[in-house]
Antibody
Framework: EVQLLESGGGLIQPGGSLRLSCAASGFTFITYAMSWVRQAPGKGLEWVSATTGSGATTYYADSVKGRFTISRDNSKNTLYLQMNSLRAEDTAVYYC???????????WGQGTLVTVSS | QPALTQPRSVAGSPGQSVTISCTGS?????????VSWYQQYPGKAPKLIIHDVIERPSGVPDRFSGSKSGNTASLTISGLQVEDEADYYCCAYGGRFPLVVFGGGTKVTVL
């Protein structure tokens, strides 16, 4: 059974940094691309970033490009999202997702809440 | 502004059918047969119910079906049940920039 467990969320001031982690199990981690998707309070889903199985190629939404960095440690079956220069509009539940060949998610974690506020 | 357009809400009585549309462009929905649909209950993570436009993952009831015509994909729930009351999101592969796009979500209400 695929399991994805996010951690690292919390309250952070505008301009601050935070690193999210996603521990994966139940599948061969290195063979799957992974993504981060977020959902602002009361709003819809927004794709944030993705990385290939090797981690060699990364993709970002325009809204986070240059501020967020996705990475993975395949020896630890863990996905990361380094978030810098955080803004109020980054406030959201961040979901880690295992993705299909077309990069659309098929399995989701339970999410971790990031609140950017002074 | 979400890249894919969905109606904000649809409603139906138990046993009826409802259809949710998802309109994109020639760069995403219209370009590839890579459209997924998700069901989300309040406070819960989304769940995949349709992938590759028409395919249902194991365990998803066959009252959920997907289709596509041109730049518009659709999700139909046949024989609506009380437990189908949830938010539904479409998602499509966008090529490279952006890689993936979501719809704004549709709230399904069972009357």
């Amino acid at each position: 059974e695929v399991q994805l467990l996010e951690s690292g969320g919390g309250l952070i001031q505008p301009g601050g940094s935070l690193r999210l982690s996603c521990a994966a199990s139940g599948f061969t981690f290195i063979t799957y691309a992974m993504s981060w998707v977020r959902q602002a309070p009361g709003k819809g889903l927004e794709w944030v970033s993705a990385t290939t199985g090797s981690g060699a190629t990364t993709y970002y939404a325009d809204s986070v490009k240059g501020r967020f960095t996705i990475s993975r440690d395949n020896s630890k079956n863990t996905l990361y999202l380094q978030m810098n220069s955080l803004r109020a509009e980054d406030t959201a539940v961040y979901y880690c997702a295992k993705v299909r060949n077309d990069y659309t998610p098929d399995n989701w974690g339970q999410g971790t809440l990031v609140t950017v506020s002074s | 502004q979400p890249a894919l357009t969905q109606p904000r809400s649809v409603a139906g009585s138990p046993g009826q059918s409802v259809t949710i549309s998802c309109t994109g462009s020639r760069s995403d929905v219209g370009a590839y047969n890579y459209v997924s649909w998700y069901q989300q209950y309040p406070g819960k993570a989304p769940k995949l119910i349709i992938h590759d436009v028409i395919e249902r993952p194991s365990g998803v009831p066959d009252r959920f079906s997907g289709s596509k015509s041109g730049n518009t994909a659709s999700l139909t729930i046949s024989g609506l049940q009380v437990e189908d009351e949830a938010d539904y999101y479409c998602c499509a592969y966008g090529g490279r920039f952006p890689l993936v796009v979501f719809g704004g979500g549709t709230k399904v209400t069972v009357l």
